[in-house]
């Protein structure tokens, strides 16, 4: 197929070579796209996917202790909704504790003083919305708990 073929094809009609079969159809334009009143819990629970995300990762992490910390993750999503809205920025520092604990956590070699200040960090942000969420704590304090036992050196 020569250049000008392929240009038929991608700016025309399709084509009629017989070699050639276009099964589908890319739309393109200049319109901008504006998404208004995304709330503070679609932003938790994203990032909080990928907290879990990050965790499946882990190579030093056994198959049961990941699972374990995505289901205490999971658990955080649903027990920080109440606070999203009400304190969106405590909020926000329970997710970024998290995901600086699941950063370590799947390091090659995690750190075992660091993973101790970001489990303690993580501690102090669901201490900061435990008014409103108190499982937030209880979850939190299980998450530490089991990145404790996380080989580390």
Do not use: C, W
């Given at each position: ?6 240009e ?28 208004h ?7 938790v ?29 999971d ?39 660091f993973?101790?200040?970001?489990t ?17 704590l ?16």
């Amino acid at each position: 197929m020569d250049i000008n073929e392929y240009e038929e094809i991608l700016y025309g009609e399709g084509s009629t070579n017989q070699n050639v079969v276009v099964t589908g159809e890319v739309a393109m334009s200049q319109d901008n796209i504006n998404i208004h009143h995304v709330s503070g819990s679609v932003i938790v629970k994203s990032r909080l996917n990928r907290v879990n995300q990050t965790i499946r990762t882990a190579p030093s992490v056994s198959e049961e202790k990941k699972q374990e910390l995505e289901a205490l993750m999971d658990e955080l999503k649903q027990a920080l909704e109440p606070a999203t809205d009400a304190q969106p920025e405590d909020s926000q520092r329970v997710v970024e504790a998290a995901e600086y604990v699941a950063a370590e956590v799947a390091k090659q070699k995690p750190s075992k003083k660091f993973l101790d200040i970001t489990t303690e960090g993580l501690m102090e942000a669901a201490r900061a919305v435990a008014s409103i969420a108190p499982t937030v704590l209880t979850v939190a304090s299980q998450i530490a708990t089991v990145v404790g036992t996380v080989a580390v050196v």
